[in-house]
């Protein structure tokens, strides 16, 4: 049997992109969204969710774009003279210098899943803006602390990649650098996970075509999806005006991911190939038929 989670990322960074989320729940195949609980568009990421229940809400962990809700104090390792999330490069030289905290990532942690839960959302899974949680201090502090909330799976960024040539450019080869540096930073973390009692899908795709999506790449990855449970990160999204002040280098290419999940013809595609769309939220109900990934 094969299972998809189709997860939208940066649900509440900004206004358009809230809207595409929704959009692609209710007129394509996103099953889930992750939610950045420090970003102007959070309070309406918040609102729409809870007026589309069936769409499965995680915690998009951010710890690498605008500010802390934990006071600065608590969270120094974090954070730039001006009281700023360090950039993604900077976090990760801090990581690997050892200077930075797991206890003040737990700090943070707690914050903005206690925002998320008091805002009335039930959150499914945790993952990471940039996939910080890929560091081990982070992914420490994740396993350590979501149980304490009841949530039970965490998104492991090991992409299986495709060798299709066809298909890669300079973007693309950059970005499957990334992939499996992530994938080496990750070799662990399953067993960690499993000792845990923690939840992960089974594979995992999306990072080296970040931005980069076609109608053939998507259409050729719902044929080549192994059994189990499938996780595909999107990030869908309107370049509209509240895309001014956000960072984020992902524009037009957020439009062209929400074309693709709302085309009728990849929902049939799905379907032809017997794939069953799913959440974060019902893995917990099918952990007990579906076995996990050695």
């Keep these: 049997m094969k299972y998809l989670i189709v997860n939208a990322d940066d649900f509440g960074l900004t206004s358009g992109v ?3 989320v ?19 568009g959070f309070d ?17 962990f951010n710890i690498t774009q605008g500010r802390p809700l934990a006071p600065a104090a608590q969270v120094r390792s974090l954070i730039n003279t001006r009281g700023e999330f360090l950039k993604p490069r900077a976090i ?6 050892g200077e930075l905290r797991t206890e003040e990532i737990i700090v943070e942690l707690r914050a903005q899943i206690e925002k998320a839960l008091a805002s009335g959302l039930r959150l499914t899974h945790v993952d990471s803006h940039k ?27 090991r992409e299986r990649l495709h060798w299709n040539i066809s298909s890669f450019s300079l973007k693309t080869i950059k970005q ?22 923690l939840h992960k899908a089974d594979a995992f795709f999306g990072i080296a075509h970040t931005g980069c999506w076609t109608k053939r790449w998507l259409m050729g990855l ?36 929400l074309s693709l999940l709302t085309d009728p013809e990849v929902a049939a595609w799905l379907r032809e190939q017997a794939v069953t769309l799913m959440s974060y939220a019902e893995i917990n109900h099918r952990s007990q038929t579906i076995q996990p990934a050695p």
């Design 18 to 20: 809230n809207r595409a």
């Design 22 to 40: 929704i959009e692609g729940h209710c007129h394509g195949v996103i099953t889930s969204a992750t939610v950045m609980v420090n970003m102007p």
């Design 44 to 60: 309406e990421a918040a609102r729409l969710a809870r007026e589309h229940p069936s769409l499965g809400v995680g915690l998009h």
């Design 92 to 97: 990760a030289w801090r990581s690997l210098a």
């Design 131 to 157: 996939h910080a949680h890929a560091l081990p201090q982070v992914f420490e502090a994740i396993v350590c602390t979501i149980p304490d909330y009841g949530i039970g799976a965490v998104r492991l960024p």
């Design 176 to 197: 499957t650098f990334v992939s499996l540096g992530l994938a080496q930073l990750g070799r662990a973390d399953s067993i960690i996970l499993r000792d845990a009692r």
């Design 222 to 257: 719902i044929e080549r999806l192994p059994d189990g449970v499938s996780e595909l990160m999107c990030h869908p999204g309107y370049e509209d005006g509240t895309f001014a002040e956000a960072q984020t280098r992902l524009r037009a290419s957020r439009t062209i991911e």
